[in-house]
T-cell receptor, first 117, second 111 residues
Framework: EADIYQTPRYLVIGTGKKITLECSQT?????MYWYQQDPGMELHLIHY???????EKGDLSSESTVSRIRTEHFPLTLESARPSHTSQYLC????????????????FGSGTRLTVV | GENVEQHPSTLSVQEGDSAVIKCTYS??????FPWYKQELGKRPQLIID?????GEKKDQRIAVTLNKTAKHFSLHITETQPEDSAVYFC??????????FGSGTKLNVKP
C-alpha cells in the first residue's frame, strides 16, 4: 500500500548517542518534510526537501541533519542526542503543486517518539 | 514568512452540537488551506481542504469557509460525535508547497 513509513516508532536513547530516524514513502512524492511536535501541540518544520539532493532548514532551529539521496528516503540524523531533543518527530510528503497549479496537502508518517535520557 | 493563528486552543461541545474553529493567515499569496485531524497518539490526517478560488467546501458533516479579503478560514463540524474528539490543525500554503500550521485546537465532544 502506498504510504509513508517511519521507524522506529519509539526510541529511548542515552545522551551523546548518534541516532538516525528513518522515513520512506512509496507514493513517488518529490517533496518531503520533517516536523517536530510535542504530543498534541504545534507542528514545527525543521527540514524539508523538494527533491533528490535538495535539503533546506525549516523555521525551527534544529541540531539535526537530513539527506535526500533517493526520492523515497529522507532520514534525519542527530549526531549527539541530548534530553532537549526529546519530542515526537513526524515525517511528511506531498505532491504538487502540479503544472496546472493544483495543490495537495501532506501525508504524514506515524511519527517517531524520541526520549533522550 | 507566513503566520497562521488558530482559535480557540480548546473547545468543548455537547454531542450533537456544532463546533467552529477559526484561523487567520498573513501571506495574501497563500492559495491552499488544508485542515488536519490528529487523534491521540496518531498521525495528523487531512480531512478537508479548500483552494483560494472557492469560498466554501462541504464534505458530509464538515465544511470549510474561506474569506480571502479578510484572510481567514474556518472549519465547521455539525452534529458532532464523540469520535470527532481530537486536535485539529489548520494550515496555509506558503512558498511552493511549504505549509505553516496553526497551533491546534483540542476538541472535546461530550457524550
Amino acid at each position: 500500500e502506498a504510504d509513508i513509513y517511519q521507524t522506529p516508532r519509539y526510541l529511548v536513547i542515552g545522551t551523546g548517542k548518534k541516532i538516525t530516524l528513518e522515513c520512506s514513502q512509496t507514493m513517488g512524492h518529490d517533496k518531503m518534510y520533517w516536523y517536530q511536535q510535542d504530543p498534541g501541540m504545534e507542528l514545527h518544520l525543521i527540514h524539508y526537501s523538494y527533491g533528490v539532493n535538495s535539503t533546506e532548514k525549516g523555521d525551527l532551529s534544529s541540531e539535526s541533519t537530513v539527506s535526500r539521496i533517493r526520492t523515497e528516503h529522507f532520514p534525519l540524523t542527530l549526531e549527539s542526542a541530548r534530553p532537549s531533543h526529546t519530542s515526537q518527530y513526524l515525517c511528511a510528503s506531498s505532491e504538487g503543486p502540479t503544472q496546472g497549479g493544483v495543490n495537495y496537502g501532506y501525508t504524514f508518517g506515524s511519527g517517531t517518539r524520541l526520549t533522550v535520557v | 514568512g507566513e503566520n497562521v493563528e488558530q482559535h480557540p486552543s480548546t473547545l468543548s461541545v455537547q454531542e450533537g452540537d456544532s463546533a467552529v474553529i477559526k484561523c487567520t493567515y498573513s501571506d495574501s499569496a497563500s492559495n491552499y488551506f488544508p485542515w488536519y485531524k490528529q487523534e491521540l497518539g496518531k498521525r495528523p490526517q487531512l480531512i478537508i481542504d479548500i483552494r483560494s478560488n472557492v469560498g466554501e467546501k462541504k464534505d458530509q458533516r464538515i465544511a470549510v469557509t474561506l474569506n480571502k479579503t479578510a484572510k481567514h478560514f474556518s472549519l465547521h463540524i455539525t452534529e458532532t460525535q464523540p469520535e470527532d474528539s481530537a486536535v485539529y490543525f489548520c494550515a496555509a500554503k506558503y512558498n511552493f508547497n511549504k505549509f505553516y500550521f496553526g497551533s491546534g485546537t483540542k476538541l472535546n465532544v461530550k457524550p
